[in-house]
């Protein structure tokens, strides 16, 4: 267990620190593309480090995930609309939001196991998405604009680009410690023990629903955060955000970087953004690639990313 | 909303329930049978009516373009099933899910290249243009009609082959419990590649029946394959009598919600609020529906599994 450990916090610590040192050197070299990219990446990052939390550690395949990023982004965009801008308001709204979402539709799906657990999350996904679509006050279909950015206690801070990068930073930093300890402590290792053998849980004394229901809620707050990081990086909210594809490839970012590794699953959603953005790049049919190179990661590339980067993880 | 509203209505969702039918039956047997799950069954959809557009370019008939789909929606399923779905049989869910949504990024991808991403269109028959006048001030199209019929033709058909053929009983077995069906001797993976081909025919035979009154777009099976996969968990995994039934409800559930929600709507809230509500809530009515029938029933209506 210790080496994986220490691994896991060097991947992080070399992650971080790369972030940390990007919008120094891009200023250097006089790119802003990069920060942006950089930003992008890192919202991806927390949701799919909340993803791994529950997917990873409790093996729930939730295929709505893409949902809280739409519910944090939205509560950003509609209370925009109607001139709360402050951060005092929008972060408990979207916590409350994405909580309360999380605790009704996770009530519901944690009744059910393996595949219809990834429908009836999928489902519910597909509701938030067309509860969007219909939302004709709020731009419907095309999505809504949002004219500026967060304030912070009345000051519009997160409007200058590095700024707001290191804002998106820590909050990355923030999801990566909150699941870490998570998973660390005693809650943490019900959660995984959950996933090897409910049975024995029970035997204990121990009915994981409960467990699988928080860190549901959980895992549903902290991709709301990284929806409203989304809604503030882009000044745009759009349905589009909660498409089934979203949550696929949520999904997707996880695995490459490897499952039960939050890391790990920085590393993926990096990854997976810079091949759709180097392949993008090459040709706009860059899905011709993409869709046949993750049918092979998942044929021939057990383990993700970070057991290839470590070697260690035994296949299975 | 009058009677004869209603009456189009309740056809018009009779005929989206047989095309859920056609694409759920194959999903829901390859699922019962060697549980897999195969998101990419949704593009075979999308390809059978693709093929169907090239078929009558070829041939500049309705027919011919009917026989070029499924045959060649047929044939890429099979060589999916070749070059990657085997291979997967043995795999987790997880890994299922993210192999075949490679496909669907990759088959879309392929379709807008190929075809180009403006929506084409397939011209309907001659024979079946044309309306009924099914009742006073009712005219309703032909080619509908025809569609209803072929799809019932097809459920009956299947529900024959399933029921009161050698093959349909090892796919029931299959379904129940695989495990066992292959102890007894049977080659489980050519039953399933018998199943998946067929499966594949279906789903791309629906895309053909649905191209002439849709639009032929890439990706335009994506939402059908949510659609099936609520109709098959509703139904009970691997339940072919489950999938007709829960294909025909939430087939007239999604069309009468959506003809009807928003003047529902008003009866109990000011026009305006229901002009907003009522939409919302008739797109999601399908996925209540789900989520109430799991929650009482964690199998779906009609569980085809023993265990």
């Known amino acids: 267990m210790a080496p994986r450990r220490s691994r896991e916090t060097l991947i992080a610590a070399v992650a971080f620190i790369l972030f940390a040192l990007l919008p120094p050197v891009a200023s250097a070299m006089n790119d802003t593309f990069f920060v942006f990219f950089a930003i992008r990446v890192m919202v991806f990052a927390i949701a799919a480090v909340s993803l791994s939390l529950i997917l990873g550690f409790g093996a729930l395949v939730s295929f709505g995930h893409a949902?809280?990023?739409?519910?944090?982004?939205?509560?950003?965009?509609?209370?925009?609309?109607?001139?709360?801008?402050?951060?005092?308001?929008?972060?408990?709204?979207?916590?409350?939001?994405?909580?309360?979402?999380?605790?009704?539709?996770?009530?519901?799906?944690?009744?059910?196991?393996?595949?219809?657990?990834?429908?009836?999350?999928?489902?519910?996904?597909?509701?938030?998405?067309?509860?969007?679509?219909?939302?004709?006050?709020?731009?419907?279909?095309?999505?809504?604009?949002?004219?500026?950015?967060?304030?912070?206690?009345?000051?519009?801070?997160?409007?200058?680009?590095?700024?707001?990068?290191?804002?998106?930073?820590?909050?990355?930093?923030?999801?990566?410690?909150?699941?870490?300890?998570?998973?660390?402590?005693?809650?943490?290792?019900?959660l995984q023990g959950a996933k090897q053998s409910e049975m024995r849980l029970r035997a204990v004394g121990i009915d994981p629903y409960w467990y699988r229901l928080v860190a549901y809620v959980i895992a549903g707050m902290m991709a709301g955060v990284a929806g409203a990081l989304l809604a503030n990086a882009a000044e745009f909210v759009s349905p589009a955000y909660m498409s089934w594809h979203r949550s696929g490839e949520l999904i997707v970012m996880v695995v490459l970087g490897g499952l039960g590794s939050l890391a790990g699953s920085i590393v993926g959603a990096a990854s997976f953004l810079i091949l759709e953005e180097v392949l993008a790049h090459f040709t706009e049919h860059w899905r011709l690639i993409f869709g046949p190179l993750l049918v092979l990661v998942v044929l021939f590339g057990k383990g993700g990313l970070t057991a290839m980067l470590g070697g260690g993880r035994k296949n299975g | 909303m009058s009677a004869t509203l209603l009456a189009v209505q309740t056809l018009n969702g009779l005929q989206l329930g047989i095309l859920l039918f056609l694409i759920a039956a194959g999903l829901t047997l390859v699922f019962g049978v060697m549980d897999f799950i195969n998101l990419a069954h949704g593009v075979q959809y999308m390809l059978g009516a693709y093929l169907a557009v090239t078929g009558y370019s070829l041939t500049g008939t309705f027919w011919g373009a009917l026989l070029f789909g499924v045959l060649g929606a047929l044939v890429v399923g099979l060589v999916l099933e070749l070059l990657v779905f085997r291979h997967l049989y043995d795999r987790d869910h997880l890994d299922q899910v993210l192999a075949t949504f490679g496909i669907i990024l990759f088959l879309n991808e392929a379709v807008r290249t190929i075809w180009g991403s403006t929506p084409l269109t397939l011209p309907m028959p001659d024979l079946l243009s044309g309306s009924f006048e099914l009742m006073d001030g009712l005219l309703y199209p032909v080619y509908r009609i025809a569609l209803i019929v072929a799809g019932l033709v097809v459920a009956a058909v299947l529900y024959v082959l399933v029921t009161h053929t050698r093959a349909g009983m090892l796919v029931r077995a299959g379904a129940t419990n695989a495990p066992m069906v292959a102890a007894l001797g049977v080659d489980i993976r050519r039953l399933f590649m018998l199943v998946f081909g067929f499966g594949t025919m279906l789903a791309g035979f629906a895309g053909i029946l649905a191209a002439p009154i849709l639009v032929v777009e890439p990706g335009m099976g994506d939402n059908l394959l949510i659609l099936a996969f609520v109709v098959i968990v509703i139904g009970g995994i691997g339940s072919i009598r489950g999938a007709f039934i829960a294909a025909l409800i939430v087939g007239l559930v999604d069309t009468l919600g959506r003809g009807f929600a928003t003047d529902i709507a008003k009866l109990v809230m000011s026009p305006s609020a229901a002009n907003s509500v009522g939409p919302a809530i008739a797109s999601m009515l399908i996925y209540l529906l789900m989520a109430a029938v799991l929650f009482f029933r964690p199998t779906g209506l009609f569980p085809a599994r023993g265990g």
Not at chain 1, 80 to 86: F, L, S, T, V
Not at chain 1, 91 to 117: E, M
């Open chain 1, 67 to 190: 949902a809280y990023l739409g519910l944090g982004a939205y509560s950003v965009g509609i209370l925009a609309e109607h001139g709360y801008w402050d951060v005092t308001i929008s972060l408990p709204v979207t916590l409350l939001v994405c909580g309360l979402f999380a605790a009704v539709t996770g009530a519901i799906s944690l009744k059910t196991r393996g595949v219809y657990f990834i429908m009836i999350t999928l489902a519910f996904g597909q509701m938030a998405y067309y509860t969007a679509t219909s939302l004709s006050a709020y731009g419907g279909d095309d999505g809504l604009t949002i004219w500026g950015r967060t304030e912070i206690f009345g000051a519009s801070v997160l409007g200058d680009r590095t700024t707001f990068y290191y804002v998106v930073l820590g909050m990355l930093l923030l999801s990566y410690v909150i699941a870490r300890v998570i998973v660390a402590s005693r809650f943490g290792r019900v």
